[in-house]
């Protein structure tokens, strides 16, 4: 699902393949390794900065070795707004990135707070204008103990950033941790079926206004609490719920959805 409407920025690794030179190989390898080295030395000294953008580069090439929880999608159907959040983790369990996104017809925010030693150390917020690629901006929150340091704007993708004066609120967390833990503006009340092609659909309604979301009820999530909700719809419209979900792929079509997997009413 993820994919279908999250814009990612990627790092591309293109290795030329030359048979019968092990030696340059060799030397290759070596000198990947040494870069490596480097960027790890460089989070450690130098200036802020650059330690931070170091730390922040080699946690965009780790993503695919994390694990990560997703909020459920939600969307508003009237303002065409599409939100959901993403939580990554190390090997250890350890909470490296979060991401934030919000997806229009216009264009999409793209929010990281990057996490060092249980602190965040970077936010990178990002907004992309599908009617103007020149409207592309970046800025980048750089944080030290906890306290914010400093801020860039980058106007261009690959140009260099201008440190600016900032004043306001620092865009916090808050909002992708509701969307996962579905408290808050995201708590849910339940909003009927839908039928469709694939399978009945549960509708859960946010606490934000005009946002829902739908999950799948198929035979994995077939227990007695959605079938009491779907033979007693009307009795039940409005009523507080809390739902657990996986990510599946429909057999029909390969597509990834959100499979229906417990829920129970709350106070």
């Known amino acids: 699902m993820k994919k279908n409407w999250f814009f990612l920025l990627a790092v591309t690794l293109i290795f030329a393949a030359c048979s019968g030179e092990e030696k340059s190989d060799k030397k290759k390898e070596g000198q990947k390794e040494e870069n490596k080295e480097e960027v790890a030395d460089s989070q450690e000294t130098g200036p802020l900065k650059q330690r931070i953008d170091d730390y922040v580069f080699s946690q965009d090439t780790s993503f695919e070795s994390y694990t990560n929880k997703s909020s459920l999608p939600f969307l508003n159907n009237k303002d065409q707004i ?88 620092v865009p916090t967390t808050d909002n992708a941790v509701n969307m996962l833990e579905l408290n ?58 809390k739902v657990q979900w996986e990510s599946v792929v429909d057999p029909s079509n390969g597509l990834k959805q959100n499979a229906y997997r417990g829920g129970a009413f709350v106070e």
């Open 82 to 169: 599409e939100l959901q959040s993403f939580f990554h983790y190390n090997a250890d369990g350890v909470l490296k990135v979060v991401e934030e996104y919000q997806n229009t017809a216009q264009g999409q925010d793209i929010r990281r707070w990057y996490y060092k030693d249980d602190q965040v150390v970077c936010l990178s917020d990002i907004h992309v204008d599908y009617q103007n690629e020149e409207n592309w901006r970046q800025k980048k929150f750089y944080f030290e103990n906890g306290e914010l340091q400093m801020v860039d704007e980058f106007k261009e993708l690959d140009g260099e950033g201008t440190t600016i004066e900032f004043s306001g609120d």
């Open 184 to 241: 808050g503006d995201f708590a849910l009340t339940f909003s009927g079926f839908i039928e469709q092609p694939a399978g009945a659909f549960i509708v859960v309604k946010a606490q934000r206004d005009g946002f829902t979301s739908a999950l799948v009820v198929d035979q994995g999530g077939a227990d007695d609490f959605v079938k009491d909700l779907y033979d007693n719809q009307k009795n039940y419209l409005g009523k507080k719920i």
